[in-house]
């Protein structure tokens, strides 16, 4: 399985209207693609030197084709609309992770 990352620093200005864009437009329309199984929404608890708010957001891809193919198909339009909203507000990079293994703590 492949996660895509988005890191987004968002400036204290726009974050209450930033925040509320991505919960109830945004996420669910790059989830409403299809190409994504799911998506976590957490806030980075470092603080930055540049100021702002930090949010990572990983959507889980169902496969390397289907992110593949959100990239052909879907992510230019989806970034722009970002661009559009908050321009010089937000700083965004994006990263890929293959997840190697999975562990979780069984209880008794």
Do not use: C
């Not at 209207?17 to 437009?25: A, N, P, V």
């Not at 990983?58 to 609309?81: G, I, K, N, P």
């Amino acid at each position: 399985m492949i996660i895509y990352n988005v890191t987004v620093n968002i400036d204290d200005t726009v974050h209450d209207q930033w925040l509320q864009w991505m919960k109830t437009e945004h996420i669910p329309k790059v989830l409403g693609t299809g190409k994504f199984e799911k998506a976590t929404l957490s806030k980075v608890l470092v603080e930055e030197e540049m100021g702002g708010q930090t949010y990572s957001i990983q959507y889980r891809s169902y496969s390397r084709e289907a992110l593949d193919a959100y990239y052909r198909e879907d992510a230019d339009v989806l970034r722009t609309e970002g661009l559009k909203k908050f321009s010089d507000k937000m700083l965004a990079f994006r990263t890929e992770l293959h997840i190697v293994d999975e562990y979780s703590v069984k209880f008794k």
